[in-house]
């Protein structure tokens, strides 16, 4: 089972969703953990009975929603952490606590989400300022003109907080187009890639490359363009 975190104040709910699918789409089972204080899977993800803490299906995805670790998932479901039957679990995260409670400084990749409005990037590293230990992070930038200055602006806030850096940084375009896209597949409860840019599509190739290296490339798009 391998865990991978998306830390930041942005809103990444979708886009973790959209990872999972392609997942499952390559045979992997996949637990998406919402643990944001918003819990906006509670409110996008169609569910028939949600309680305070729940897990439900979405589209061959299990989507986990109000818990603490991954042992009360475990308890939910009736089994010992070592026994959860997902390849991966994606964890949601814009708090201190969450990222501590789920272990992300062990998870094999993490990944931190921002556009450059001023208060996600600053709400995000205040998330990695209060984790005890320096994290290694990839920087997802969501961004209309991805430029040197945003990110040497990123740098700078950065500078003294407990992350390190991967060199290589994956770019979304900031496209009303793609919010729009994801709107209207919220409406429908469908996970549909086809009315997506493809500059969108492409970050997240990227991402599930890193997580899947021996899917990328011409396979790894077929089974994208199959969704």
């Known amino acids: 089972m391998k865990e991978v975190g998306f830390v930041g104040a942005f809103d990444k709910t979708d886009l973790i969703i959209y990872i999972a699918k392609i997942l499952t789409a390559l045979g992997k089972k996949v637990l998406m953990a919402d643990t944001t204080i918003t819990q906006k899977a509670r409110y996008v993800v169609p569910a028939l009975n949600p309680t305070l803490s729940y897990i439900t299906e979405f589209e061959e995805i299990d989507i986990a929603v109000g818990f603490n670790n991954l042992e ?6 009736n089994k010992p952490v070592n026994q959860l039957e997902y390849d991966y679990v994606l964890v949601d995260i814009d708090n201190a606590q969450s990222a501590i409670n789920f272990r992300i400084d062990s998870a094999i990749q993490n990944f931190f989400v921002t556009s450059f409005d001023t208060y996600e990037v600053r709400r995000g590293l205040e998330v990695l300022n209060e984790f005890p230990t320096p994290i ?21 806030l950065s500078l003294g907080s407990k992350v390190m850096w991967e ?58 363009k199959e969704i």
Do not use: C, H
Not at 136 to 146: C, D, G, N, P
């Open 136 to 156: 290694k992070m990839t920087k997802v930038l969501f961004s209309k003109e991805v430029t040197k200055e945003e990110d040497d602006y990123l740098n700078y």
């Open 72 to 77: 009360s998932i475990a308890e939910y479901i």
């Open 167 to 224: 060199d290589e940084k994956i770019y979304f375009p900031l496209e009303m187009g793609d919010k729009t896209a994801i709107i209207n597949n919220q409406k429908v409860s469908k996970i549909r890639f086809d009315n997506l840019t493809s500059m969108y599509k492409e970050g997240l190739e990227y991402i599930v490359a890193k997580l899947e290296p021996e899917a990328q490339g011409a396979k790894l798009r077929k089974v994208m």
